[in-house]
């Protein structure tokens, strides 16, 4: 009886220890495989991790907007709530492009559709020379989340005027290859940019906009929008805004500035207002550091807002006083004997016409458009906006002695930070 009892008792401990063995054999195998934790340890991590992290988390920062300490843009106007998905300003984003450039003009759409559009849908208008192929009509069109336009150019509005000397224009073109100038061989390139000077916004599919959004194949948009510049420019009563300025190829422009200065004198003051504008901002006089770097033959300094990004009042191209401008500087015939681009024209135009409260510097728009980019300063702007940008990168051109930033700050709109308002 003792004797069974006690076998009883032995087998019972022989049980325990496998068993016991069992579960450290099972746990140990669970934990070299990394499959110890249960749910509930992952829940509770995550928690963790969410809390330690609430500070970077995309959304309390949004519901505490602080974007950046250098913002030009007012705190109200900015946030989730003016993210108003179908709010929209009268307003549409523009393209001149070739049809050899879908690639291009493809992906600088998805990345303004993916940062900014897909959340306004606005409208899409692509302009050529020439028509455009039905693949280009479709691939954009599916890029698009906003309706899709597009026109052909009047070949009126895309060549040489029939008062250009052919021979001296020749001369020219070999002169400026010879010289080395960029595009300085090139017919279309001179078309283009007198274009952009003087009549895209004459283009009909544009009467009924107030705002353009120019973009270019290949651009790129770093950081999701968090505003819409449309709707800045309309409540600010902007007129042009800018991402990047930076200074001119010279060779480009030997004598703009000498058919600037004539204007200027002819004006007389009728429609230039020398108190109020912001010609400080592109003459050479008293300019500051970079511009010592570029020094150039005239009083101007080679500034310009760099206007493969330009978002910009319609009207302010379309008025009487810059048509006269623009046609006073077209009868000198620099945009086919020299090569003068539309971004210094855009820019001398805005400096004499504008005042500087009615022009905007985009510093929150990360922006690149080949060789240079532009990348929001303020690191938690960055980390909110999901910035795909590397501040200290080369070709930041807020870093380069090109860049025409600070001559803006001191001679035009000036750096006014979120707590002046
Ligand atoms: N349709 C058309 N678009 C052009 C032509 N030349 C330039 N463009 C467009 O005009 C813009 C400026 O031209 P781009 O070559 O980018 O000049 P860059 O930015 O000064 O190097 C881009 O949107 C081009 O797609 C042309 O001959 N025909
Ligand atoms: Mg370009």
Not at 126 to 139: G, H, K, Q, R, S
Request: glycine share 4%.
């Amino acid at each position: 009886m003792l004797i069974d009892q006690l076998k009883s008792r032995i087998r019972g401990f022989v049980y325990l220890i496998i068993c016991i063995c069992l579960v450290k054999t099972f746990v140990m195998y669970k934990w070299a495989n990394g499959t110890f934790y249960t749910d509930a340890y992952y829940i509770r991590r995550s928690e963790e991790a969410l809390r330690a992290n609430q500070l970077l988390s995309r959304r309390y920062m949004l519901s505490n907007v602080k974007l950046s300490t250098n913002s030009y843009v007012k705190h109200d106007t900015i946030g989730p709530t003016q993210l108003g998905r179908f709010q929209r300003e009268n307003a549409t984003l523009l393209m001149l492009v070739r049809n050899e450039e879908l690639a291009g003009a493809l992906r600088a759409m998805r990345s303004l559709e993916d940062r900014f559009n897909k959340n306004y849908h606005y409208d899409w208008i692509f302009l050529n020379d020439v028509p455009f192929e039905d693949i280009f009509i479709e691939t954009t069109s599916a890029m698009a989340s906003g309706i899709t336009k597009y026109a052909v150019v009047p070949s009126s509005d895309w060549s040489t005027p029939n008062w250009i000397d052919q021979d001296l224009y020749a001369r020219q073109r070999e002169y400026m290859t010879k010289i080395k100038v960029l595009h300085g061989e090139s017919e279309s390139y001179r078309n283009m940019c007198r274009f952009y000077s003087g009549f895209f916004f004459r283009q009909e599919v544009l009467d009924n906009y107030d705002y353009y959004f120019r973009v270019e194949p290949d651009v790129e948009y770093f950081c999701d929008f968090s505003y819409d510049p449309f709707k800045i420019m309309k409540e600010q009563n902007k007129k042009y805004g800018f991402v990047i300025s930076l200074h001119e190829y010279e060779d480009t422009i030997p004598t703009l500035w000498e058919a600037v200065d004539e204007y200027i004198q002819e004006d007389e003051g009728y429609d230039i207002d020398m108190e109020n504008n912001i010609f400080d901002f592109i003459i050479q006089e008293d300019s500051i550091s970079s511009a010592k770097v570029f020094d150039s033959n005239s009083d101007y300094n080679l500034c310009h807002f760099w206007t493969n990004f330009e978002i910009a009042d319609l009207n302010f191209f379309r008025s009487d006083k810059y048509l006269r401008f623009f046609n006073y500087l077209d009868s000198k015939g620099g945009f086919y004997y020299e090569r003068w681009g539309d971004a210094p024209i855009h820019t001398i135009a805005a400096s004499l016409f504008l005042r500087p409260d009615e022009v905007i510097h985009f510093e929150q728009i990360g922006y690149k458009h080949s060789p240079y980019f532009a990348c929001p300063s303020a690191y938690s702007y960055r980390l909110n906006q999901r910035c795909l940008c590397d501040y200290a990168g080369t070709g930041n051109i807020h870093l380069e002695a090109i860049s025409c930033l600070q001559e803006w700050w001191k001679w035009g709109g000036g750096k006014t930070f979120m707590s002046n308002y």
